[in-house]
């Protein structure tokens, strides 16, 4: 079955950065876009990244251009997302994404906390 598993989260200062990876299983990984989303309680999914099958990005929400980075690497069935110049807004559980035969599927997430 389609598996995602997200790590790399922790508590970092605001400026600070973090890598956060996702391994993927259980479909043809280099065939689907991957995308990464994020979640603070109380409030709807937000998109961060998107990356084509590629690993062409294909977009950023607004409030991280310029900050991060999203890559794959089809070989390893990994998405990362690299994050700089974190903000305590920047605060929330993120998601690695696919979407499959109208399905969306997500792992349970890796918590991000930037606080001095």
């Known amino acids: 079955q389609v598996q995602l598993v997200e790590s790399g989260g922790g508590l970092v200062q605001p400026g600070g950065s973090l890598t956060l990876s996702c391994v993927a299983s259980g479909f043809a990984f280099d065939m689907y876009p991957m995308a990464w989303y994020r979640q603070v309680p109380g409030k709807e999914r937000e998109l961060v990244a998107a990356?084509?099958?590629?690993?062409?990005?294909?977009r950023y929400g607004d409030s991280v251009k310029g900050r991060f980075a999203i890559s794959r690497d089809n070989s390893k069935n990994t998405v990362h997302l690299r994050m700089h110049s974190l903000k305590i807004e920047d605060t929330a559980r993120y998601y690695c994404?696919?979407?499959?035969?109208?399905?969306?599927?997500w792992g349970q997430g890796t918590q991000v906390t930037v606080s001095s």
């Open positions: 994404d696919v979407h499959l035969y109208g399905v969306n599927y």
């Open positions: 990356v084509s099958d590629d690993g062409s990005p294909s």
